[in-house]
């Protein structure tokens, strides 16, 4: 097989991953909205079926994905897109964490949104620490 045939069957194989992936994205929406736990399982059947067959083909994700022309990505746009993504974690982070104040400041009107409150605030900590643990890995890394 020559690399004009490698490169097209890498391409049908990206066609059915992506066929496979929304088809399980329908069923973990359909089980939501139904309600039922075995479409639910069987997507996250077919997910655990899915993950090796991608650790396999792992080294050609991206030709498997990617279009006909190439896709160049020069320093400057991956710049702006961590700048972009540094920014929007920031202000989502600041929201949810002011959000959940304000609900825990009105505990006494609203005692039934108490919990709401703690979920927020305790959501923004995690990612936060998420956030923290990554910077760590990646300037051990590079």
Same mark, same amino acid.
């Given at each position: 097989m020559y690399k004009g045939e490698f490169i097209m069957n890498l391409k049908k194989q990206g066609m059915i991953l992506k066929i496979v992936s929304a088809f399980v994205? #329908? =069923?973990?929406?359909?089980? =939501? &909205?139904?309600?039922? +736990? *075995? =479409?639910? @399982? @069987?997507? &996250? @059947?077919?997910?655990? +079926? /899915?993950?090796?067959?991608? *650790? &396999?083909?792992?080294?050609? +994700?991206?030709?498997?994905?990617?279009?006909?022309? /190439?896709?160049?990505e020069d320093e400057r746009t991956q710049l702006i897109n961590e700048k972009a993504s540094s920014m929007t974690l920031g202000i989502f982070l600041a929201v949810i964490i002011y959000v959940g104040i304000i609900i825990l400041a009105l505990r006494n009107s609203f005692p039934e949104w108490v919990l709401t409150g703690y979920i927020l605030i #305790?959501?923004?900590?995690?990612? @936060?620490?998420? *956030? #923290?643990i990554s910077r760590i890995y990646y300037n051990r890394k590079y």
């Open positions: 994205t #329908g =069923l973990w929406v359909a089980g =939501l &909205i139904i309600g039922s +736990i *075995y =479409l639910v @399982l @069987l997507a &996250i @059947l077919i997910v655990i +079926i /899915e993950i090796p067959i991608i *650790y &396999i083909k792992r080294d050609n +994700i991206k030709e498997m994905f990617q279009g006909d022309g /190439e896709v160049v #305790g959501s923004a900590v995690v990612c @936060l620490v998420i *956030y #923290g």
